[in-house]
Protein backbone atom coordinates (compact mmCIF):
# COMPACT_ATOMS: atom_id res chain seq x y z
CA UNK A 1 0.00 0.00 0.00
CA UNK A 2 1.30 3.55 -0.74
CA UNK A 3 -0.50 4.68 1.84
CA UNK A 4 -1.11 3.68 5.57
CA UNK A 5 -3.15 6.28 6.29
CA UNK A 6 -6.77 5.65 4.83
CA UNK A 7 -7.73 2.12 2.61
CA UNK A 8 -7.72 2.84 -0.95
CA UNK A 9 -11.07 0.99 -0.62
CA UNK A 10 -11.88 3.85 1.48
CA UNK A 11 -10.21 5.96 -0.38
CA UNK A 12 -12.52 4.38 -3.78
CA UNK A 13 -15.69 5.06 -2.12
CA UNK A 14 -15.55 9.00 -0.73
CA UNK A 15 -16.08 10.29 -4.27
CA UNK A 16 -19.17 8.20 -4.66
CA UNK A 17 -20.33 9.09 -0.74
CA UNK A 18 -19.37 12.62 -2.52
CA UNK A 19 -21.65 12.36 -5.64
CA UNK A 20 -24.79 11.72 -3.88
CA UNK A 21 -24.02 13.98 -1.39
CA UNK A 22 -24.10 16.68 -3.84
CA UNK A 23 -27.43 15.90 -5.52
CA UNK A 24 -28.73 15.83 -1.78
CA UNK A 25 -27.11 19.19 -1.89
CA UNK A 26 -28.82 19.77 -4.74
CA UNK A 27 -31.98 19.25 -3.91
CA UNK A 28 -31.42 21.13 -0.50
CA UNK A 29 -31.69 18.40 1.79
CA UNK A 30 -29.90 19.23 4.98
CA UNK A 31 -29.10 15.75 6.44
CA UNK A 32 -29.00 12.50 5.31
CA UNK A 33 -28.63 8.95 8.01
CA UNK A 34 -26.11 5.70 7.03
CA UNK A 35 -29.29 3.98 6.46
CA UNK A 36 -29.99 6.34 3.73
CA UNK A 37 -26.73 6.64 2.32
CA UNK A 38 -26.68 2.45 2.83
CA UNK A 39 -29.38 2.15 0.52
CA UNK A 40 -28.63 4.49 -1.90
CA UNK A 41 -25.40 2.90 -2.49
CA UNK A 42 -25.93 -0.32 -1.69
CA UNK A 43 -23.15 -0.60 1.21
CA UNK A 44 -23.89 -1.85 4.66
CA UNK A 45 -24.50 1.50 6.81
CA UNK A 46 -22.08 0.57 9.39
CA UNK A 47 -19.50 0.57 6.94
CA UNK A 48 -20.02 3.91 6.07
CA UNK A 49 -19.95 4.90 9.29
CA UNK A 50 -16.43 3.08 9.58
CA UNK A 51 -15.67 4.70 6.83
CA UNK A 52 -16.70 8.37 7.84
CA UNK A 53 -15.25 8.29 11.42
CA UNK A 54 -11.79 7.77 10.07
CA UNK A 55 -11.95 11.76 9.38
CA UNK A 56 -13.63 12.70 12.67
CA UNK A 57 -17.18 12.64 14.17
CA UNK A 58 -19.46 13.68 11.58
CA UNK A 59 -22.61 12.48 12.79
CA UNK A 60 -25.10 13.11 15.37
CA UNK A 61 -26.92 10.29 16.37
CA UNK A 62 -30.99 10.33 15.41
CA UNK A 63 -30.03 13.17 13.14
CA UNK A 64 -27.47 11.69 10.59
CA UNK A 65 -24.89 13.82 8.84
CA UNK A 66 -24.98 17.20 7.96
CA UNK A 67 -25.10 17.27 4.50
CA UNK A 68 -23.05 20.61 3.60
CA UNK A 69 -20.45 19.74 6.15
CA UNK A 70 -19.77 16.63 5.09
CA UNK A 71 -19.44 17.45 1.58
CA UNK A 72 -16.76 20.11 2.78
CA UNK A 73 -15.30 17.48 4.56
CA UNK A 74 -14.66 14.75 2.00
CA UNK A 75 -13.54 17.71 -0.35
CA UNK A 76 -11.04 18.70 1.68
CA UNK A 77 -9.89 14.89 2.16
CA UNK A 78 -9.30 13.99 -1.01
CA UNK A 79 -7.96 17.45 -1.81
CA UNK A 80 -10.48 18.75 -4.09
CA UNK A 81 -10.46 21.75 -2.61
CA UNK A 82 -7.58 22.83 -4.81
CA UNK A 83 -7.12 23.60 -8.52
CA UNK A 84 -5.66 20.00 -9.86
CA UNK A 85 -4.72 20.47 -13.44
CA UNK A 86 -5.00 17.25 -15.50
CA UNK A 87 -3.79 16.44 -18.86
CA UNK A 88 -5.71 13.89 -21.27
CA UNK A 89 -2.73 11.53 -24.00
CA UNK A 90 -4.87 10.17 -26.69
CA UNK A 91 -7.55 11.99 -28.68
CA UNK A 92 -9.97 9.28 -30.34
CA UNK A 93 -13.64 8.18 -29.47
CA UNK A 94 -12.80 7.96 -25.52
CA UNK A 95 -10.80 10.85 -25.68
CA UNK A 96 -12.92 12.89 -27.03
CA UNK A 97 -15.76 11.38 -25.02
CA UNK A 98 -13.70 12.36 -21.25
CA UNK A 99 -12.73 15.68 -22.73
CA UNK A 100 -16.64 16.65 -23.08
CA UNK A 101 -17.56 15.37 -19.79
CA UNK A 102 -18.97 18.22 -17.87
CA UNK A 103 -19.07 16.28 -14.51
CA UNK A 104 -15.07 17.01 -14.64
CA UNK A 105 -15.37 20.94 -14.47
CA UNK A 106 -16.95 20.92 -10.83
CA UNK A 107 -14.38 20.23 -7.42
CA UNK A 108 -11.31 22.14 -9.51
CA UNK A 109 -10.28 19.71 -11.31
CA UNK A 110 -10.26 20.01 -15.53
CA UNK A 111 -8.29 18.66 -18.47
CA UNK A 112 -6.50 21.82 -19.81
CA UNK A 113 -4.19 20.13 -22.09
CA UNK A 114 -4.74 16.98 -24.98
CA UNK A 115 -2.13 15.32 -26.96
CA UNK A 116 -2.05 12.64 -29.71
CA UNK A 117 1.08 10.97 -31.40
CA UNK A 118 -0.48 10.52 -34.53
CA UNK A 119 -0.08 13.89 -36.42
CA UNK A 120 -4.03 13.30 -38.38
CA UNK A 121 -5.09 14.23 -35.01
CA UNK A 122 -2.70 17.50 -34.06
CA UNK A 123 -4.59 20.49 -34.18
CA UNK A 124 -7.92 19.45 -33.96
CA UNK A 125 -10.23 21.02 -31.56
CA UNK A 126 -11.79 19.19 -28.89
CA UNK A 127 -14.30 21.08 -26.04
CA UNK A 128 -12.15 24.42 -26.33
CA UNK A 129 -8.58 22.50 -26.37
CA UNK A 130 -6.27 22.35 -29.67
CA UNK A 131 -4.83 18.73 -29.76
CA UNK A 132 -0.82 19.11 -29.49
CA UNK A 133 1.81 16.67 -30.31
CA UNK A 134 3.29 14.40 -28.17
CA UNK A 135 6.88 17.02 -28.54
CA UNK A 136 5.03 19.90 -26.39
CA UNK A 137 4.22 17.09 -23.32
CA UNK A 138 6.94 18.02 -21.09
CA UNK A 139 7.01 21.75 -21.37
CA UNK A 140 3.16 21.81 -21.05
CA UNK A 141 3.08 19.66 -17.94
CA UNK A 142 5.67 22.00 -16.68
CA UNK A 143 4.32 25.14 -17.70
CA UNK A 144 0.70 24.35 -16.39
CA UNK A 145 1.62 23.00 -13.30
CA UNK A 146 -0.32 19.27 -14.51
CA UNK A 147 -0.41 16.64 -11.95
CA UNK A 148 -2.36 14.03 -13.10
CA UNK A 149 -2.49 11.94 -16.71
CA UNK A 150 -5.13 10.39 -18.26
CA UNK A 151 -4.28 7.94 -21.34
CA UNK A 152 -6.39 7.00 -23.58
CA UNK A 153 -3.91 6.11 -26.35
CA UNK A 154 -4.23 1.87 -27.78
CA UNK A 155 -2.48 -0.62 -25.61
CA UNK A 156 0.46 -0.90 -27.34
CA UNK A 157 1.45 2.87 -26.91
CA UNK A 158 0.14 2.95 -23.58
CA UNK A 159 3.40 2.54 -21.74
CA UNK A 160 5.40 4.42 -23.79
CA UNK A 161 2.92 7.91 -22.86
CA UNK A 162 2.74 6.74 -19.22
CA UNK A 163 6.84 6.73 -19.35
CA UNK A 164 6.85 10.16 -20.87
CA UNK A 165 3.93 11.42 -18.45
CA UNK A 166 6.03 10.04 -15.42
CA UNK A 167 9.16 11.67 -17.11
CA UNK A 168 7.91 15.27 -17.17
CA UNK A 169 6.61 15.51 -13.79
CA UNK A 170 3.04 13.44 -13.46
CA UNK A 171 2.40 12.31 -9.80
CA UNK A 172 -0.77 9.88 -10.89
CA UNK A 173 -2.01 8.97 -14.05
CA UNK A 174 -5.93 7.55 -14.93
CA UNK A 175 -5.10 4.47 -17.27
CA UNK A 176 -7.60 3.31 -19.97
CA UNK A 177 -5.43 1.20 -21.94
CA UNK A 178 -6.74 -2.62 -20.36
CA UNK A 179 -3.03 -3.43 -19.29
CA UNK A 180 -1.03 -2.74 -16.17
CA UNK A 181 1.40 -0.10 -16.48
CA UNK A 182 4.58 0.27 -14.84
CA UNK A 183 5.74 3.33 -13.15
CA UNK A 184 8.02 4.02 -10.23
CA UNK A 185 6.18 3.27 -6.12
CA UNK A 186 5.42 6.83 -5.54
CA UNK A 187 3.37 7.41 -9.04
CA UNK A 188 -0.23 6.55 -7.88
CA UNK A 189 -2.03 4.32 -10.92
CA UNK A 190 -5.63 3.70 -11.47
CA UNK A 191 -6.71 1.77 -14.20
CA UNK A 192 -9.96 2.38 -15.33
CA UNK A 193 -10.63 -0.62 -17.23
CA UNK A 194 -14.32 -0.95 -18.23
CA UNK A 195 -14.42 -4.61 -18.84
CA UNK A 196 -13.47 -5.32 -15.04
CA UNK A 197 -16.91 -3.08 -14.25
CA UNK A 198 -18.62 -5.40 -16.43
CA UNK A 199 -17.56 -8.80 -15.56
CA UNK A 200 -18.31 -8.14 -12.27
CA UNK A 201 -21.53 -7.58 -13.04
CA UNK A 202 -21.67 -10.58 -14.63
CA UNK A 203 -21.18 -12.39 -11.59
CA UNK A 204 -24.72 -10.92 -10.76
CA UNK A 205 -26.61 -11.90 -13.15
CA UNK A 206 -28.20 -14.95 -11.55
CA UNK A 207 -28.55 -13.60 -8.09
CA UNK A 208 -31.76 -14.99 -6.26
CA UNK A 209 -31.77 -17.86 -8.90
CA UNK A 210 -31.59 -21.55 -7.65
CA UNK A 211 -28.24 -22.26 -9.48
CA UNK A 212 -26.53 -19.95 -7.44
CA UNK A 213 -27.07 -21.38 -4.27
CA UNK A 214 -26.57 -24.64 -5.28
CA UNK A 215 -23.04 -23.67 -6.20
CA UNK A 216 -21.96 -21.98 -3.41
CA UNK A 217 -23.23 -24.68 -1.16
CA UNK A 218 -20.77 -26.71 -3.50
CA UNK A 219 -18.05 -24.08 -3.07
CA UNK A 220 -18.64 -24.83 0.80
CA UNK A 221 -21.05 -21.41 1.65
CA UNK B 1 -26.34 -5.59 -0.23
CA UNK B 2 -27.64 -7.86 -2.37
CA UNK B 3 -25.45 -10.79 -2.35
CA UNK B 4 -24.11 -11.91 1.15
CA UNK B 5 -22.75 -14.89 -0.54
CA UNK B 6 -19.04 -12.95 -1.72
CA UNK B 7 -18.70 -8.93 -0.84
CA UNK B 8 -18.62 -6.45 -3.50
CA UNK B 9 -15.60 -5.80 -2.83
CA UNK B 10 -13.85 -9.12 -3.50
CA UNK B 11 -16.42 -9.57 -6.47
CA UNK B 12 -14.94 -6.17 -7.59
CA UNK B 13 -10.96 -7.31 -7.29
CA UNK B 14 -11.65 -10.69 -9.51
CA UNK B 15 -11.36 -9.41 -12.74
CA UNK B 16 -8.71 -7.07 -11.68
CA UNK B 17 -6.94 -10.42 -10.53
CA UNK B 18 -8.20 -12.14 -13.94
CA UNK B 19 -6.76 -9.36 -16.11
CA UNK B 20 -2.93 -10.16 -14.46
CA UNK B 21 -3.42 -13.32 -14.43
CA UNK B 22 -4.02 -13.67 -17.97
CA UNK B 23 -1.10 -11.62 -18.90
CA UNK B 24 0.67 -14.09 -16.64
CA UNK B 25 -0.59 -16.94 -18.40
CA UNK B 26 0.01 -15.01 -21.79
CA UNK B 27 3.71 -15.25 -20.44
CA UNK B 28 3.46 -18.84 -19.74
CA UNK B 29 4.52 -18.24 -16.41
CA UNK B 30 2.98 -21.16 -14.83
CA UNK B 31 2.63 -20.31 -11.08
CA UNK B 32 2.26 -17.28 -9.21
CA UNK B 33 2.44 -16.13 -5.41
CA UNK B 34 0.34 -13.61 -3.18
CA UNK B 35 3.46 -11.75 -2.90
CA UNK B 36 3.68 -11.09 -6.67
CA UNK B 37 0.02 -10.42 -7.13
CA UNK B 38 0.11 -8.04 -4.53
CA UNK B 39 3.00 -6.04 -5.78
CA UNK B 40 1.86 -5.65 -8.72
CA UNK B 41 -1.81 -4.80 -8.37
CA UNK B 42 -1.22 -2.56 -5.03
CA UNK B 43 -2.96 -4.94 -2.61
CA UNK B 44 -2.28 -6.34 0.64
CA UNK B 45 -0.90 -10.10 -0.03
CA UNK B 46 -3.00 -11.56 2.72
CA UNK B 47 -6.00 -9.68 1.34
CA UNK B 48 -5.66 -11.83 -1.82
CA UNK B 49 -5.34 -15.21 -0.31
CA UNK B 50 -8.19 -14.29 1.76
CA UNK B 51 -10.62 -13.53 -1.18
CA UNK B 52 -8.77 -16.28 -2.89
CA UNK B 53 -9.78 -18.88 -0.08
CA UNK B 54 -13.66 -17.87 -0.41
CA UNK B 55 -13.49 -20.14 -3.18
CA UNK B 56 -11.48 -22.96 -1.95
CA UNK B 57 -7.61 -23.69 -0.86
CA UNK B 58 -5.69 -22.85 -4.38
CA UNK B 59 -2.46 -21.64 -3.12
CA UNK B 60 0.09 -24.34 -2.35
CA UNK B 61 2.67 -23.07 0.24
CA UNK B 62 6.23 -22.12 -1.10
CA UNK B 63 4.46 -22.71 -4.92
CA UNK B 64 1.85 -20.05 -4.94
CA UNK B 65 -0.97 -20.38 -6.81
CA UNK B 66 -1.43 -22.35 -10.81
CA UNK B 67 -2.04 -19.45 -13.06
CA UNK B 68 -4.30 -21.54 -15.66
CA UNK B 69 -6.12 -22.93 -12.76
CA UNK B 70 -6.67 -19.89 -11.01
CA UNK B 71 -7.97 -18.22 -14.40
CA UNK B 72 -10.24 -20.81 -14.65
CA UNK B 73 -11.60 -20.78 -11.41
CA UNK B 74 -12.11 -17.10 -11.18
CA UNK B 75 -13.86 -17.04 -14.77
CA UNK B 76 -16.24 -19.91 -13.02
CA UNK B 77 -17.23 -17.95 -10.17
CA UNK B 78 -17.14 -14.77 -12.30
CA UNK B 79 -19.64 -16.53 -14.82
CA UNK B 80 -17.11 -15.53 -17.38
CA UNK B 81 -17.60 -19.41 -19.12
CA UNK B 82 -21.41 -18.39 -19.92
CA UNK B 83 -21.44 -16.20 -23.40
CA UNK B 84 -23.19 -13.17 -22.32
CA UNK B 85 -25.41 -10.64 -24.54
CA UNK B 86 -24.69 -6.91 -23.97
CA UNK B 87 -26.64 -3.94 -25.67
CA UNK B 88 -25.28 -0.17 -25.79
CA UNK B 89 -27.68 2.73 -25.75
CA UNK B 90 -25.57 5.81 -26.66
CA UNK B 91 -23.76 5.67 -30.28
CA UNK B 92 -21.93 9.03 -29.88
CA UNK B 93 -18.06 9.35 -28.58
CA UNK B 94 -18.39 7.09 -25.17
CA UNK B 95 -20.58 4.60 -27.12
CA UNK B 96 -17.86 4.30 -30.08
CA UNK B 97 -15.24 4.23 -27.77
CA UNK B 98 -16.22 1.23 -25.63
CA UNK B 99 -18.01 -0.97 -29.13
CA UNK B 100 -14.44 -0.75 -30.18
CA UNK B 101 -13.09 -2.21 -26.80
CA UNK B 102 -11.48 -5.40 -28.06
CA UNK B 103 -10.69 -6.19 -24.56
CA UNK B 104 -14.50 -7.08 -24.48
CA UNK B 105 -14.59 -10.26 -27.52
CA UNK B 106 -12.52 -12.07 -24.40
CA UNK B 107 -14.54 -14.44 -22.33
CA UNK B 108 -17.47 -14.45 -24.01
CA UNK B 109 -18.95 -11.28 -23.11
CA UNK B 110 -20.16 -9.44 -26.39
CA UNK B 111 -22.14 -5.59 -27.37
CA UNK B 112 -24.34 -7.25 -29.89
CA UNK B 113 -26.64 -4.62 -30.35
CA UNK B 114 -26.10 -0.27 -30.52
CA UNK B 115 -29.21 1.65 -29.88
CA UNK B 116 -29.95 5.70 -29.75
CA UNK B 117 -32.64 7.70 -29.77
CA UNK B 118 -31.58 10.39 -32.24
CA UNK B 119 -32.24 9.44 -35.31
CA UNK B 120 -29.16 11.09 -37.26
CA UNK B 121 -27.42 8.01 -34.90
CA UNK B 122 -29.68 5.41 -36.33
CA UNK B 123 -28.60 3.55 -39.57
CA UNK B 124 -24.88 4.45 -38.85
CA UNK B 125 -21.78 1.54 -38.64
CA UNK B 126 -20.16 0.82 -35.30
CA UNK B 127 -17.25 -1.95 -34.95
CA UNK B 128 -19.85 -3.87 -37.32
CA UNK B 129 -22.96 -2.96 -35.49
CA UNK B 130 -25.70 -1.12 -36.91
CA UNK B 131 -27.12 1.60 -34.78
CA UNK B 132 -31.02 0.63 -33.79
CA UNK B 133 -33.98 3.06 -33.15
CA UNK B 134 -35.13 2.55 -29.48
CA UNK B 135 -38.26 1.07 -30.69
CA UNK B 136 -36.31 -2.27 -31.08
CA UNK B 137 -34.53 -2.15 -27.85
CA UNK B 138 -37.25 -4.66 -26.47
CA UNK B 139 -37.63 -7.02 -28.95
CA UNK B 140 -34.06 -7.01 -29.60
CA UNK B 141 -33.21 -7.86 -26.23
CA UNK B 142 -35.70 -10.48 -25.92
CA UNK B 143 -34.40 -12.18 -29.12
CA UNK B 144 -31.14 -12.05 -28.17
CA UNK B 145 -31.16 -13.15 -24.19
CA UNK B 146 -29.20 -9.60 -24.13
CA UNK B 147 -28.67 -9.34 -19.82
CA UNK B 148 -26.92 -6.85 -19.28
CA UNK B 149 -27.24 -3.10 -20.52
CA UNK B 150 -24.41 -0.32 -21.06
CA UNK B 151 -25.75 3.34 -20.52
CA UNK B 152 -23.54 6.07 -22.97
CA UNK B 153 -26.14 8.86 -22.78
CA UNK B 154 -26.25 12.28 -21.53
CA UNK B 155 -27.42 12.63 -18.24
CA UNK B 156 -30.83 13.52 -18.30
CA UNK B 157 -31.93 10.50 -21.04
CA UNK B 158 -29.70 7.89 -18.70
CA UNK B 159 -33.10 7.38 -16.16
CA UNK B 160 -35.48 7.03 -18.75
CA UNK B 161 -33.02 4.61 -20.62
CA UNK B 162 -32.63 2.50 -17.41
CA UNK B 163 -36.73 2.50 -17.21
CA UNK B 164 -36.93 1.20 -20.25
CA UNK B 165 -33.73 -1.60 -20.10
CA UNK B 166 -35.51 -2.66 -16.94
CA UNK B 167 -38.86 -3.23 -18.76
CA UNK B 168 -37.11 -5.12 -21.69
CA UNK B 169 -35.75 -7.68 -18.84
CA UNK B 170 -32.30 -6.34 -18.39
CA UNK B 171 -30.94 -7.50 -15.42
CA UNK B 172 -27.61 -5.17 -14.99
CA UNK B 173 -26.76 -1.97 -15.64
CA UNK B 174 -23.15 -0.32 -16.21
CA UNK B 175 -23.85 3.38 -15.85
CA UNK B 176 -21.64 5.69 -17.39
CA UNK B 177 -23.69 8.67 -16.75
CA UNK B 178 -22.79 10.35 -13.91
CA UNK B 179 -26.04 10.55 -12.00
CA UNK B 180 -27.24 7.98 -9.51
CA UNK B 181 -29.92 5.57 -11.74
CA UNK B 182 -33.05 4.28 -9.48
CA UNK B 183 -34.00 0.60 -10.24
CA UNK B 184 -35.47 -2.06 -8.94
CA UNK B 185 -33.47 -3.50 -6.24
CA UNK B 186 -32.96 -6.71 -8.17
CA UNK B 187 -31.20 -5.16 -10.97
CA UNK B 188 -27.58 -4.71 -10.40
CA UNK B 189 -25.93 -1.19 -11.04
CA UNK B 190 -22.74 -0.18 -11.45
CA UNK B 191 -21.62 3.48 -11.98
CA UNK B 192 -18.16 3.40 -14.21
CA UNK B 193 -18.22 7.29 -14.04
CA UNK B 194 -14.55 8.15 -14.18
CA UNK B 195 -14.27 11.13 -12.01
CA UNK B 196 -14.70 9.48 -9.30
CA UNK B 197 -11.43 7.47 -10.55
CA UNK B 198 -10.05 10.93 -10.95
CA UNK B 199 -11.16 12.16 -7.51
CA UNK B 200 -9.62 9.16 -5.80
CA UNK B 201 -6.24 9.53 -7.33
CA UNK B 202 -6.32 13.39 -5.97
CA UNK B 203 -6.27 12.15 -2.52
CA UNK B 204 -2.83 10.70 -3.38
CA UNK B 205 -1.16 13.32 -5.06
CA UNK B 206 0.23 15.10 -1.99
CA UNK B 207 1.20 11.83 -0.44
CA UNK B 208 4.48 11.60 1.44
CA UNK B 209 4.72 15.30 1.72
CA UNK B 210 4.71 17.14 5.06
CA UNK B 211 1.32 18.68 4.69
CA UNK B 212 -0.46 15.01 4.62
CA UNK B 213 1.29 14.53 8.05
CA UNK B 214 0.43 17.63 9.69
CA UNK B 215 -3.46 17.06 8.27
CA UNK B 216 -3.34 13.17 9.58
CA UNK B 217 -1.83 14.39 12.80
CA UNK B 218 -4.53 17.12 13.15
CA UNK B 219 -7.64 14.81 12.57
CA UNK B 220 -6.12 12.59 15.24
CA UNK B 221 -4.23 10.17 13.34
Redesign the interface.
Known sequence: ???D??S??V??R???Y???LN?LHHREVPTVSSQELGQ?L???PAQIRKDLA???DFGRKGIGYDVSYLIEKIRQ????D?Q?N?VLVGA???G???S??N??LK?N?KIVAVFDAHTSKVGSRINNLTVQPMEELTSTIQDHGI??G?I?VPDVEAQNVADRLVASGI????N?A???LKAPP?I?I???????????????????KEE?KDA?TE???
Chains 1, 2 share one sequence.
Not at 77 to 80: A, D, M, N, R, V
Not at 171 to 174: F, G, H, R
Not at 192 to 204: K, V
Open positions: MKSKIEAVRLPVLRYEKDLNYFGILKLQIVGNLHALNYAFDMRIITEAILFPIIQRHTADFTTDLQSLAYYLDNGVAMGH
